[in-house]
């Protein structure tokens, strides 16, 4: 798969991303195995920037429409230091999760997992025309491990403390759900080190875009 960053890409057209975002927003691929149908949610314009590669929706991302709208929303643009109105600005921020769609509850009562189908069938297609995308934040493991391929540290901790050996391409993170809470007391570099980071590229990237 060709990435925005790659050299030799071809520049796409505004029209052949739209086309493919309108095949994206009315896939059914899923249909017979989603709990709640499908609904994917993704957000992308060919003036974006940054690219945002998280896990799947939730239940209130499916039910809005709007991605990171939950309480993981709410701190992952505390750790970019963004309002609302910028994150969800698809001229500067394109969203697009591993999974589309809402793919239900796992047997322990969270989220399942992205529908492996999912990514391999629409990242390809829509990531290459993202054409002035400079970098990739990948949140949580199933997105490391689909970017990152043998970069991919042995544990998300492993691959988040090494955040430098992954720029200026990919920058990877932990998931800022509350699941999350004790990880982030025990790994204070990340509050330390990889936020000031991202704060700092994400501002020359979004906020002082020309």
Not at 118 to 143: D, K, N, S, T
Request: hydrophobic letters at 35%.
């Amino acid at each position: 798969m060709k990435l925005p960053f790659d050299k030799n890409r071809t520049q796409p057209s505004a029209q052949a991303l739209d086309d493919a975002l309108r095949a994206a927003r009315t896939c059914t691929h899923c249909i017979d195995v989603l709990p709640l149908g499908p609904r994917p949610v993704v957000r992308a314009s060919i003036a974006s920037r940054l690219l945002i590669v998280g896990q799947a929706p939730g239940t209130r991302v499916h039910e809005t429409g709007i991605p990171w709208n939950d309480p993981s929303g709410d701190r992952l643009r505390q750790w970019m230091d963004l309002d609302r109105d910028t994150f969800y600005d698809e001229s500067r921020i394109a969203i697009i999760p591993m999974g589309l769609c809402y793919p239900g509850r796992d047997a322990r009562g969270g989220d399942a997992p992205p529908r492996a189908c999912c990514a391999p069938l629409w990242h390809p297609r829509l990531v290459p025309l993202l054409a002035r995308v400079e970098l990739i934040l990948l949140i949580g493991g199933y997105a490391q491990s689909y970017y990152l391929g043998d970069r991919n540290g042995a544990s998300l901790t492993e691959t988040v403390r090494n955040w430098r050996d992954y720029l200026p391409d990919y920058l990877p993170l932990p998931h800022p759900s509350f699941r999350n809470n004790a990880w982030l007391k025990r790994n204070p570099w990340f509050d330390a080190e990889v936020l000031p980071y991202l704060r700092g590229r994400v501002g020359n990237l979004v906020k002082n875009a020309p």
